[in-house]
């Protein structure tokens, strides 16, 4: 993901989304290039947590900035079971 994501750029990611979640497989999201996001994107990735989850995989998130891991912590998207952060300070 890079740039700006949020509610108006939700349905150019659902392709991409709605692949991840048929994955049964370990899944890597690199946020390096993404500088804004909002509640909308944690949900989004929320929902593909849950999915890897139930196939027992986990979701790698990777380089999100400052600003970015404070959304993660706040929505509580570090939390999940099937979550693992990397590169980041959210513990």
């Keep these: 993901m890079s ?3 949020d509610c108006s750029s939700q349905a150019l990611r659902r392709p991409a989304l709605s692949r991840a979640q048929q994955l049964a497989e370990d899944l890597i999201v690199d946020l ?10 944690m ?3 929320a929902m593909v947590a849950r999915r890897l989850r139930k196939a027992e995989a986990t ?7 400052p600003q970015i891991e404070k ?3 706040i929505a509580g998207l570090h939390r999940l079971p099937s979550v693992k952060l990397f590169g980041s300070s959210v513990a």
């Design 3 to 5: 740039g700006d994501e």
């Design 32 to 41: 390096t290039e993404l500088e804004f996001a909002d509640a909308s994107l």
């Design 43 to 45: 949900i989004d990735l």
């Design 59 to 65: 979701m790698s998130i990777r380089g999100a900035q």
């Design 71 to 73: 959304l993660i912590e």
